[in-house]
């Protein structure tokens, strides 16, 4: 299911699954931050040119 979220201020659409969602919103408010502020800490971070969702979906495997 298609998301809005603001990576680093600037508005895109990700694609994930809905456990995937509500892995990020578990997360976030764990940490107290925002899914927003997670997935622009992901985008940051990534060092290959995968795509963001593909670059979410393998930074949260581990947790799974």
């Given at each position: 299911?298609?998301?809005?979220?603001?990576?680093?201020g600037?508005?895109?659409t990700v694609r994930l699954e809905p456990v995937i969602w509500?892995?990020?919103?578990?997360?976030a408010r764990q940490?107290?931050?925002t899914v927003n502020d997670i997935v622009s800490a992901i985008n940051r971070d990534r060092i290959?040119?995968?795509g963001l969702t593909s670059a979410?979906?393998?930074?949260l495997?581990?947790?799974w």
């Open positions: 299911m298609p998301h809005n979220v603001y990576v680093d600037h508005r895109t509500e892995t990020l919103r578990g997360i940490q107290g931050v290959t040119s995968s979410i979906a393998l930074t495997l581990p947790i």
